[in-house]
């Protein structure tokens, strides 16, 4: 009897093991990425665009003047963005009309490609593209 209850009790806790303690495998994750160009129209000199995908299924970031966060989820090459939100901040006006087509277009994203993990290509729906770099600073 006593080796049944000594298999019970391993089996439970190796059920218990916190599986996620190793590095994470997802190539978005575990990086903060840089804004590099909007649409082939680059971005305003001076202005600090980034993204963050988390473990936890939410991304964030700054999108120039505000902060912003929602939810994410891949599939393959599928990616979305969805129930976006950020604070409202008041900013000179070409930072807030940059960061609008930012946020419109990050939230109809359904599409990216990574290039040696150097380059994050996202595109969406009607064919815009947002390219990111790494943040090396």
């Given amino acids: 009897m006593r080796p049944v209850l000594s298999a019970c009790v391993a089996v439970a806790l190796w059920g218990c093991s916190d599986v996620r303690a190793g590095?994470?495998?997802?190539?978005?994750?575990?990086?903060?990425?840089?804004?590099?160009?909007?649409?082939?129209?680059?971005?305003?000199a001076g202005s600090r665009i980034t993204l963050r995908f988390g473990d936890d299924g939410r991304a964030s970031g700054l999108g120039g003047c505000n902060r912003w966060s929602g939810d994410?989820?891949?599939q393959g090459s599928v990616l979305a963005i969805t129930?976006?939100?950020?604070?409202?901040?008041?900013?000179?006006?070409?930072?807030?009309?940059?960061?609008?087509?930012?946020?419109?277009?990050l939230q109809e994203a359904?599409?990216?490609?990574?290039?040696?993990?150097?380059v994050?290509?996202?595109?969406?729906?009607?064919?815009?593209?947002?390219?990111?770099?790494?943040?090396?600073d």
């Fill in 23 to 44: 590095p994470t495998s997802d190539p978005l994750t575990g990086v903060a990425w840089r804004l590099a160009d909007l649409n082939a129209r680059g971005v305003l």
């Fill in 72 to 74: 994410w989820r891949r």
């Fill in 83 to 105: 129930r976006l939100g950020s604070t409202r901040t008041a900013c000179d006006a070409a930072l807030v009309h940059q960061e609008d087509v930012f946020l419109s277009a």
């Fill in 110 to 118: 359904d599409g990216y490609r990574l290039i040696d993990d150097r």
């Fill in 120 to 136: 994050l290509l996202v595109t969406t729906r009607d064919g815009r593209q947002l390219t990111f770099e790494p943040v090396t």
